[in-house]
């Protein structure tokens, strides 16, 4: 995908189609030259009532030669006093994705207009290249006519403009990255093929370790190797170093169950198919690792993939077994479906020996967290309230919002055993944050936020600039947590 900034005059650029953004209301007054040039076309659509310029309407029209531009398309913004760069995005994924079953190949945006209005529009380019996301591996027989191959941004240039489209092609790669990852079926994306994805990560700033299991047994890492027990896949610790910065490193720790049927506590058939993203927390770190390399951030990341199955067999953790975690502490388990926060409380005693500067785990954690916030917004519970802030900051920036809960003391009364320190569920009641203090009693003293991706990390539906399956949700919002740090 080829991606440029041109400063020449939208009728001059010989494309497939230009993209004209239109508030509400504004008609074609815009693009006046080009109406003009079309003999009035814009103005006869508005007249007539097919195009207004809200925010989920696009008109495709052709401009029979009159302008090189073979097609143009009005994409709505909405109202003005109300346009955000989420709606820009939200635009920019409609308006791609039309073009795309179009047949178009090579497609301009027209930007004047839009920073006239003083926004940005390389927000309109991010929400087109998410949208194009597109899976093949699988199908014997994919379009391969189809396909937009290159995108031109028409407007004035300047050294801003040029570092916000060169972040954002990095960044929705990045994203691509981890949807391929994490719709990958299990059969082909076991801990041992994610192991050897972190391995094409390595080199220059980028080092990666693994440790497998007789490593785990050495760590004392008691909770992860109990999920692992019932599979036949070997499980795999993954360590990966980003080293761009001074100081301590950022700890970003992935959940990744590469297929998670419950165990021998097992889960309901219907959907468990979905279940290969039970990784995507580990997805998300590998991407941001590659990305961050990419961009040379000016951090240090130590990024973590406890990676393992988690299946029912003759030799898997049984409801009732104890089991010792890395810290010592004894863990009962409860549920063998609530087996994330076992591979995570290992994962977070092996990080805290770094001495990170924050613990961020990124997870999909909880069923409750569907529940609690749907599938627009990701959990958060944490014990530093600047990293959680700051998480918030970016989340607004990239529109992956973050909502924090609450962690009382009261929720360790939910998780308390009758036989060890702690067991890994207290029941319905609360389950979303009682997983969070779960965590919390591992992380102890260090700094450290949890983000439960459960409900955003997979969409049944196809969105403005996110279509079904893996959203790769994560990845924007701990890349722009890391490109704003000092």
Known sequence: MKVAIKDIRDVDYAADALILPVCEGEG??????????????????????????????????????RIRPRRILLAGLGKKSELTKEKLRQAGGRAFGQLYVAGCKDIAVSGRHVLALRHSPAFIIEGGLLS?????????????????????????????????????????SAVNFAKDLINTPSNDMT????????????????????????????????????????????????????????????????????????????KPSEGMEKMKYDMAGGAVVLAVIKAASE???????LGVLPATENLPGGSASKPGDIVTSMSGKTIEIINTDAEGR?????????????????????????????????????????????????????????YERVWQMPLYE???????????????????????????????EFAGDAPWVHLDIAGTAWTDKDKPYTPKGATGIGVRLLLNLFKEMK
């Open 132 to 172: 194009l996301y597109k899976m093949g591996r699988y199908r014997r027989e994919v379009d391969r006519k189809k396909g937009i191959n290159k995108v031109a941004l028409i407007c004035r240039n300047d050294k801003a403009l040029t570092a916000s489209m060169r972040w954002i092609v990095s960044t929705t």
């Open 295 to 301: 961009a040379k951030l000016p951090v240090n990341i």
């Open 410 to 440: 009261e929720y360790m009364e939910y998780i308390k055993s009758d036989l060890a320190d702690i067991k890994n569920s207290g029941g319905r009641n609360g389950s979303f944050v009682t997983a969070g203090y779960f965590l919390k």
């Open 191 to 266: 801990p041992s093929v994610l192991a050897k994805t972190a391995r094409t990560l390595s080199g220059g700033r980028v080092s990666v370790k693994v440790l497998e299991r007789g490593d785990a047994e050495r760590e004392g890492m008691g909770a992860f190797l109990s999920v692992a027990r019932g599979s036949k896949e070997p499980p795999k610790f993954i360590v990966l170093r980003y080293n761009g910065g001074r100081g301590a490193p950022v700890a970003i720790i992935g959940k990744s169950i590469t297929f998670d049927s419950g165990g021998i506590s097992i």
């Open 28 to 65: 074609a007054a815009p693009y006046k030259a080009i109406d003009s040039l079309l003999n009035g076309l814009i103005s006869k659509v508005v007249a007539s009532g097919e195009f207004e310029g809200k925010s989920d309407q696009i008109t495709l029209l052709h401009t029979v030669n």
């Open 342 to 398: 076992l591979v995570l409380a290992d994962a977070i005693g092996y990080v805290k020996k770094m001495k990170p500067e924050v613990i961020i785990d990124i997870a999909t954690l909880t069923g409750a967290c569907s529940v609690a916030l749907g599938n627009e917004a990701i959990g958060m519970m944490g014990n530093n309230d600047d990293w959680m802030d700051r998480l918030k900051t970016a989340g607004e920036e990239t």
